[in-house]
């Protein structure tokens, strides 16, 4: 059946380094992609969407991007910073139907001093 | 301030009691969704409805029940017959009927025992 994985179950990276968190996905029809940040006790959070049409997309100090060949796509981080301590995962679909997404496991994000 | 709220934000229940989960939003969004979140999975579609008196099973619908009198209101049963409820309880809405990117409450922790 269909599956998103991220590579990595915990990542801890330096105030003030770059992250990156990535995603595989096995659905090759998959043209909708979004990345959620959900701290804990809450609930996830957009950041970020891309769709197939594009392979880089920007927002405020992140970018995804996506490597639709490999069926991999990233989340990056520029100056993480101690707010950005949470579980990221991403999630895809066909045509934009929020019904069908198909969400991966999360990836959790360890900001050190 | 817009947005989606999940009551009670913990919830203890006995085996073999039905419980109901509230998510109330006033997005003015069409359509509303209740996911299931447990350690190490990823998120999983229980049931979705994409305009008030119509709702659909998603992949894990059994055990569950849901109704959708108003726009605003989408509230979630846990009956007995669910095997395994202990879990975090996630709502979400779309702006369109179906639309991606997912807006998310804040959850409710339901602990059946």
């Known amino acids: 059946g269909e599956s998103v994985g991220l590579h990595l179950p915990t990542l801890s990276v330096q105030e003030g380094d770059n992250s990156i968190i990535n995603c595989a996905y096995s659905?090759?029809?998959?043209?909708?992609f979004i990345w959620y940040k959900q701290e804990s006790g809450k609930g996830p959070q957009f950041i970020i969407d891309?769709?197939?049409?594009?392979d880089k997309r920007q927002g405020q100090r992140v970018t995804v991007l996506l490597n639709k060949t490999v069926k991999h796509l990233s989340l990056q981080i520029a100056a993480t910073q101690p707010g950005d301590s949470a579980v990221y995962f991403c999630?895809?679909?066909?045509?934009?139907?929020?019904?069908?997404?198909?969400f991966g496991t999360g990836t959790r994000l360890q900001v050190t001093l | 301030d817009g947005g989606i709220t999940q009551s009670p934000k913990y919830l203890f229940r006995k085996e073999g009691q039905n419980v109901t989960l509230s998510c109330e939003q006033n997005l003015n969004h069409d359509a509303m969704y209740w996911y299931r979140q447990d350690p190490g999975q990823g998120l999983r579609l229980i049931y979705y409805?994409?305009?008030?008196?119509?709702?659909q099973k998603g992949d894990i619908a059994e055990g569950y029940s849901v109704s959708r009198e108003k726009k605003e209101s989408f509230p979630l049963t846990v009956t007995s017959a669910q095997k395994n409820p202990t879990a975090f309880y996630l709502c979400a809405s779309t702006l369109g009927q179906g639309v991606a990117p997912l807006h998310f409450g804040n959850g409710t922790r339901l602990t059946v025992t």
């Open positions: 659905n090759s029809a998959s043209d909708y």
């Open positions: 409805s994409q305009i008030v008196n119509d709702f």
């Open positions: 999630a895809t679909t066909q045509g934009g139907t929020a019904s069908k997404l198909t």
């Open positions: 891309i769709r197939s049409n594009m």
